[in-house]
Antibody
Framework: QVPLVQSGAELKKPGSSVKVSCKPS????????VYWVRQAPGQGLEWMGG????????IYAQKFQGRVTITADKSTSTAYMELSSLKFEDTAVYYCARDRRDGGNYYTPYYHFTMAVWGQGTTVTVSS | DIQMTQSPSSLSASVGDRVTITCQASLDINNYLNWYQHKPGRAPKLLIY???NLETGVPSRFSGSGSGTDFTFTISSLQPEDIATYYC????????FGGGTKVEIK
């Protein structure tokens, strides 16, 4: 499995936004869904949302609705996660992960929600 | 959201021991359950998908069972490299993870 490469660590102020990128190291996402999962210090894993890059249709966890935007650029095979109105508690390691199975087609997109290939993680620190 | 209750939250076992972790869903999730291993400073790793299927390349000492609301993850013979935190994750609805089980060597 080809690993995913994420952008570097970020230091942000409360109220600002952060945008993290995720790209397969030697392949394309094709129609495999890409998800975003985070882990705050001392906490467990938390699913944030995902997208099928070939279709550009995002899906979000209710907790992050309105504050997270997940997009994909097919031309560069890069997925992005932007989190706005940052709070101190958004300090976490953010991971992208690719689904184990492809995402069907545009008319019947399918999320298997099984995260088989992961990025290395991006540390986002929110501090004043 | 479907709540996933994982237990124990931590355990300590000897090399060679059989280790069992349980995960209970707040609703029937069929077999829509995955298990991940997460080591500090590394990305999580998928071990088991669809409750019982071993991911390619994962050692056979790892296994999963269960369906409906009650699931079990087993390491048949604990090895030093298995020290990690293990998470269950349901996907009957939008994904949610269990709280994790930290496995240590006694």
């Amino acid at each position: 499995q080809v690993p995913l490469v994420q952008s570097g660590a970020e230091l942000k102020k409360p109220g600002s936004s952060v945008k993290v990128s995720c790209k397969p190291s030697g392949d394309t996402f094709s129609n495999y869904p890409v998800y975003w999962v985070r882990q705050a210090p001392g906490q467990g894993l938390e699913w944030m949302g995902g997208i099928i890059p070939g279709f550009g249709i995002p899906i979000y966890a209710q907790k992050f609705q309105g504050r997270v935007t997940i997009t994909a650029d097919k031309s560069t095979s890069t997925a992005y996660m932007e989190l706005s109105s940052l709070k101190f508690e958004d300090t976490a390691v953010y991971y992208c992960a690719r689904d184990r199975r492809d995402g069907g087609n545009y008319y019947t997109p399918y999320y298997h929600f099984t995260m088989a290939v992961w990025g290395q993680g991006t540390t986002v620190t929110v501090s004043s | 959201d479907i709540q996933m209750t994982q237990s124990p939250s931590s355990l300590s076992a000897s090399v060679g021991d059989r280790v069992t972790i349980t995960c209970q869903a707040s609703l029937d999730i069929n077999n829509y359950l995955n298990w991940y291993q997460h080591k500090p400073g590394r990305a999580p790793k998928l071990l088991i998908y669809d409750a019982i299927n071993l991911e390619t390349g994962v050692p056979s000492r790892f296994s999963g069972s269960g369906s409906g609301t009650d699931f079990t993850f087993t390491i048949s013979s604990l090895q030093p490299e298995d020290i990690a935190t293990y998470y269950c994750q349901q996907y009957d609805n939008l994904p949610t993870f269990g709280g994790g089980t930290k496995v240590e060597i006694k």
